[in-house]
């Protein structure tokens, strides 16, 4: 082979490998679930684009694809509560882009808006929830407290395009000493309510006894004991005997 002809061989298979690339890089592929943005030089010229197959100039336009499903966003959080107690909790969130809104997204924060604005509205906004509330209130008015948190993450960041969806508070934990001091407090707390049960079944049990009682004495006169008496004398009398008249043992006259 000439060389010559070697070289146009070259020159083809790079024109080839040009034009390939280049009818690959005039087309995007927007997944479901996905918005797509077209952006020219940096600017966006259009936030309509369809699911499936687009075009694209290339090398001159790229087109940017945002999520807008639902999403999960989990934090460690460590913050203070009204009583000055340390508490530590996951927090969990869910939240999804607003397609009519994507746009204004990308324009100001780009697709790192999870680190820029969703997690810091949410570590400020568990602070402040937490911060309203004594440590016990936090585990028992659980679901209130995450309603707080919804409501102060979702003013931070609905006006970017971000919608939070739900907010769920887990794994409270305190510091070693107040935990300690709980549980004390619960075992007492147990003992107690212990030694209320057992007083009230003995009061129970004294009433019980003294009705009996009194039922007993109102039924056990002296005729039904001397009847008793009679019914069960053997017809024997004692060999010695202290009183004076044995007849009054029987009330005889």
């Not at 600017?43 to 999960?72: A, D, T, Y």
Request: hydrophobic share 40%.
């Amino acid at each position: 082979m000439k060389k010559n002809d070697t070289l146009k061989i070259i020159v083809i298979v790079i024109i080839a490998l040009f034009a390939i690339g280049t009818l690959y890089a005039s087309f995007k592929t927007i997944k479901s679930g996905e918005v797509g943005l077209k952006v020219r030089f940096g600017k966006i010229v259009n936030s309509k684009l369809n699911e499936g197959l687009n075009l694209k100039v290339p090398f001159i336009e790229k087109i940017v694809s945002v999520n807008i499903k639902v999403q999960k966003s989990e934090l460690q959080v460590e913050g203070s509560t009204k009583d000055m107690q340390t508490v530590n909790t996951t927090v969990a969130v869910n939240y999804r882009v607003d397609s009519e809104k994507a746009d204004n997204l990308y324009r100001e924060v780009g697709n790192e808006y999870e680190e820029v604005i969703l997690e810091p509205a949410i570590k400020e906004a568990i602070k402040t929830a937490i911060a309203q509330y004594n440590s016990e209130e936090i585990i028992v008015k659980r679901s209130e407290v995450s309603a707080s948190c919804l409501d102060k993450i979702s003013e931070k960041t609905g006006k970017y395009g971000i919608i939070i969806e739900d907010v769920n508070l887990t794994d409270f934990s305190f510091s070693e000493e107040y935990t300690n001091a709980i549980e004390r407090k619960q075992v007492a707390e147990q003992e107690l309510e212990k030694a209320r049960l057992e007083s009230e079944k003995r009061l129970v049990e004294a009433n019980a006894a003294k009705e009996a009682n009194d039922l007993l004495n109102k039924t056990l006169t002296s005729e039904v004991l001397t009847q008793n008496f009679i019914e069960k004398w053997d017809g024997h009398l004692p060999e010695t005997y202290a009183g004076g008249d044995i007849r009054s043992i029987f009330n005889i006259n």
